[in-house]
């Protein structure tokens, strides 16, 4: 039988029912450790227990007559000395206002007001974290078999892969540098992996569109460690052979994924710019440089986005134009 997952909650606030919801919604085993009447010896409690995910509160006010006061010193601590555990963070203030040295202890910060939206995320974290400890990679190779990731993509995958991970295989410590690689890079940077609005474009679909053929592209998605249910992902190589398969026409693949079965014109993608008018919008861009809201565009009514540098092998990011 599979053994539960272990998470470790550490606070200074009374948060033992959101630990108790968290265990039951997730079915972990979650133990809560309330900081604030004594000072605890997180070492021997990381010993003892040996969880699967550390939560720290990033904001702890009050610890017994000790020095720590951030939930980061806490992290630090635990991190040098265990450096192969996975440690996030709560918080209730905005996680844009942690300073950036702070956010290095963290493998992940979740806000507090939304916890329950970041309840996969956490699993994704634990069992991949798990699955990194009973099987750690010795190579670049062992690594992508972990991440499932196809063949044809594996040497342009490795040009891009970080040098402190293609040198460190043998460091406890690059556990959080291979987490940090795929969630932060490869999920969020359009290019190997695609996420839902991206693959309904790339098949020249709405999302309501890509709702209809989703189950052709099953093999397509992305089910290596760190998979994470509330961030879909797909293989773009994936996508293009699986859509091969299915339309013999010839074409870009906006214009050969309108043939797929059971589809009408109310799932083809439209422009955003143009009022919806125009049809096969080739990118995905911000509507402008202060919101994370995106439309289906096409490619002559966007601009490069300025908060995003171009990346080898990656989508360039994009933001619609000034009317």
Sequence with gaps: MKKKLKFIWIDDDNREIAAENLEKQLGVKCIFVNVKPEDVDFLSLIDKNK????????????????????????AALIRENHPDYAI????????????????????????YDAITDHYPTMKSIAESYRKLKG???????????????????????????????????NDPGIFLNISQ?????????????????????????????????????????????????????????ELIKILAKHVTNS??????????????????????????????PEVVAYLDETTDKRAQMKLKYTVAHPKYDKLLFFEDIRMMKAN
């Design 51 to 74: 969880p699967d995910l550390i939560i720290v509160d990033h904001n702890l006010t009050e610890i017994g007559t000790g020095e720590i006061k951030k939930g980061s010193t806490i």
């Design 88 to 111: 996030a963070c709560i918080t209730g203030q905005d996680s844009d206002s942690i300073d950036s040295q702070q956010r290095l202890s963290y493998e992940a910060i979740f806000s």
């Design 135 to 169: 099987n750690p990679p010795k190579d670049i190779s062992e690594l992508f078999g972990l991440m499932k990731v196809p063949n044809e993509e594996r040497i342009r995958l490795e040009s891009i892969l970080g040098q402190e991970i293609k040198e460190n295989f």
């Design 181 to 237: 690689w795929i969630r932060n890079l490869l999920f969020e940077r359009p290019g190997f992996l695609y996420d839902r609005l991206w693959t309904a474009t790339l098949l020249g679909l709405n999302e309501d569109g890509f709702k209809k053929v989703e189950k052709l592209f099953i093999p397509a998605k992305y089910n290596g460690i760190f998979k994470d249910e509330s961030r879909d992902r797909w293989w773009k190589s």
């Design 251 to 280: 074409g870009l693949p906006w214009e050969k994924g309108r043939f797929l079965p059971d589809l009408t014109a109310r799932h083809f993608s439209k422009d955003y710019y143009s009022g919806y008018k125009e049809s096969y």
